[in-house]
Each structure stands twice: as C-alpha cells, then as structure tokens.
C-alpha cells in the first residue's frame, strides 16, 4: 500500500461496517481525506466515531446515499465538486432468501451491487477524470461461477438467492474491467480495477439472508463457528487487504482483479488473480454496460 496518502480524495461506498469500515480505516490513517456516503446515519455516525479512535486527526465526512434508489443516487454525486482521487464501490446485499426490489423496481442485488455503483460512476466522471482516480469495484469469487443471462439478468422469471448474487457480483466484475477498456480508449485518465475480500465474516452473512425469512438463517452462525476455529473464514482486517492494495498500491493495475491467495481464494494475502473465465468476453461486457446505462438513466 501507498503508506501517505495525504491531500488525496478517497469516496468509500458501504463503509459503516464491515469490509467498507477497515478500509476507510486504512486510508484515514495513511491521510487520505475521506467521505463515506451511507444509508443510515447513526450506523456512519458509529463509524466516524471507529475511524478517528483509530486515526486521531482523520479528516472524514458523512454522505447520504441509498444504493438502491437512482435518485438518492444523484442526489450524493451532486453534493461532490472538486476531483476525486480514489472511488471504493464496495457497498452491497447478499442472498435475500425472497426477491425484493430497490425503489427503481430493479431486483435487489442487481440493482444495489452494480446498477446503484453503475450510476454512481457515472455520475462522478468528471470529477474522478479530473483527479485521474483509481476507481476499485468490489466483486466476488462467486462471480467466477455466475452466468449474465439477458433475458433474465434481474431473475423476474426464476429467482435464486445465491444465483442473484453472483450474477450482480459478476456484473460487477465486468463493470470494472469495461470501465478500464473505455478509460483508456477514451483517455479519461481512469485506472479501474477490482478486488474481492475472499470468506470474510461481515455483517452481510446475517442481513441478506435474514431478508424475508421467518426463521433466521443459520449462515452466519457457521461463518462465524470457522472464523473462531480459522478455516477457510477471515476477519475484516484481512478481507481489507486485497482492496486496499487495488486502490492505493502503485504496483497495482487497471482492468485486473486482486484477492486473496490462500487455498480456495477464500483467505490470505492480496495478490492479482487471473480474470474469471466468466469475465472474459468483452462483447457481454460491452452489452452490459448499454444495458446499464439504460437502466441507470445515466450516459457515461
């Protein structure tokens, strides 16, 4: 990691907890100048609170932003006017057990983990050309697994939870990688890559799954029985590492994709994986992101 980043401009999404908050954490203390637009204030209030405990003299401030409605969405990257350094994507859901929708009537892990992100770059283009930022979007190893099918990308004729989410996670990965190609065609000056935290217990393992469930579900319970005995599950501080180091390290690239690399990729040390099979075809790419656009409203 670039251990100073002072006089630089970091925007971290989903930082109140889990991933999001150790690595806001990290860049505080290494100087950077945060905002960290969240959906609930007391949580980013109890946040702010972590950060500055942990890096006296951060300079850090609170945003408003639900990924899950567009015009929330606008509304943040209008409160922005000065160039952007670094842009996390990191904020999501997981796995609700029933479909739900965001407020655009988009299926809920599509439309949140990469439409909502999707919108949001956009929206702050010119201010990450301006600062020639690193833009880093959070995936997953199930994105290996994961198949965009067009005619049904927002699971209305079938729904899986897991399926959901790797599909959204998938279409993350493929954002990133589209992102870098255009930067350099364009010559936006955008290094965007993306980075995956491996098996890290976060607070997502309890509130995706718990979504319209009656029972709650036992996911989290297991994650965090392997934290404890450490198998094949890691803490925060280490699911930080592989996005931290896209973000911040000059030795990291644009259009690759960073995870740890232990057994499995569930755990270990960030290192550049190679693209997902899954990922590969620029043509999808491609037609995903006009279909983002489409659906974001939003014309990069």
């Known amino acids: 990691m670039n251990n100073d980043l002072s006089g630089r401009l970091a925007v971290v999404t989903g930082a109140s907890s889990g991933v999001g908050l150790g690595l806001a954490t990290r860049l505080a203390a290494a100087g950077a100048e945060l905002v960290l637009p969240v959906r609930d204030p007391a949580k980013g209030e109890a946040a702010l609170d972590r950060i500055r405990a942990e890096a006296p003299g951060a300079k850090v401030t609170l945003g408003r932003l639900d990924l899950a409605s567009l015009d929330s969405v606008a ?61 880093t979007t959070m995936t997953s190893a199930s994105a290996k697994r994961a198949r965009l099918d067009f005619d049904d990308l927002q699971s209305e004729l079938k729904y899986s939870a897991v399926r959901a989410y790797g599909v959204s996670k998938l279409a993350n990965l493929l954002f990133a990688l589209e992102l870098d190609r255009r930067s350099r065609a364009a ?20 509130a995706g799954p718990n979504m319209g469930r009656e029972r709650p579900s036992p996911l989290e319970g297991i994650m965090t029985r392997l934290n404890k005995w450490g198998v094949l599950v890691q803490g925060v501080d ?36 190679k693209i997902y099979r899954s990922a590969q075809d620029p043509i999808a790419a491609a037609r995903l992101w006009d279909v983002s656009q489409s659906l974001a409203g939003v014309k990069y």
């Open 187 to 206: 010559d936006w000056g955008i290094v965007s890559n993306a980075a995956h935290p491996g098996t890290t217990l976060t607070g997502l393992y309890a």
């Open 75 to 135: 509304e943040f990257a209008a409160t922005l006017d000065r160039p952007i350094d670094i842009l996390v994507n990191n904020a999501g859901v997981m796995a609700p057990a029933v479909r739900h929708t965001t407020k655009d009537g988009l299926e809920l892990q599509f439309g949140t983990n990469h439409i909502g992100h999707f919108a949001l770059t956009g929206r702050l283009l010119p201010l990450l050309t301006a600062g020639r930022a690193r833009v």
């Open 238 to 273: 280490k699911g930080a590492l592989p996005a931290l180091y896209a973000a911040t390290d000059p030795a990291a690239e644009g259009g690759r994709l960073y995870g740890p690399d232990g057994f499995g990729e569930f755990t270990g040390d960030p290192t550049a994986l």
